[in-house]
């Protein structure tokens, strides 16, 4: 499994941004696939999840209402499009894959640095 993350720029607080990954090396109907974030100092932290095959969601509870993951099942590509961003929000934003059923997330693509200035 390869993921391919780009999207990550500087915005400032209010601002949007819509970070990709792309995915290839196998389907992917038994998998999940998320986003992780890791700001300055702090711990990598989970912020969304998607359902490759039934598409449905979950969010860490800070994100709610202002970020949304989605997928392009033809391009085998994963989004995250967030808005409303917060300086809080601005962290590496790393995506991830794991097989159904399984309790750790093995699958890491390289992060994308998003920046919110105040």
């Known amino acids: 499994v390869q993921l391919q993350a780009s999207g990550g720029g500087s915005v400032q607080a209010g601002g949007s941004l819509r970070l990709s990954c792309v995915a290839s090396g196998r389907t992917f109907n038994s998998y999940l696939l998320g986003w992780f974030r890791q700001g300055p100092g702090k711990e990598r932290e989970f912020v969304a999840s998607l359902s490759w095959s039934s598409g449905s969601t979950y969010y860490e509870d800070s994100v709610k209402g202002r970020f949304t993951i989605f997928r392009d099942s033809a391009k085998t590509t994963m989004y995250l499009q967030m808005n409303s961003l917060k300086p809080e929000d601005a962290a590496v934003y790393y995506c991830?894959?794991?097989?159904?059923?399984?309790?750790?997330?093995?699958?890491w693509g390289q992060g994308t640095q998003v920046t919110v200035s105040s």
């Open positions: 991830a894959a794991v097989g159904i059923g399984y309790s750790k997330w093995n699958y």
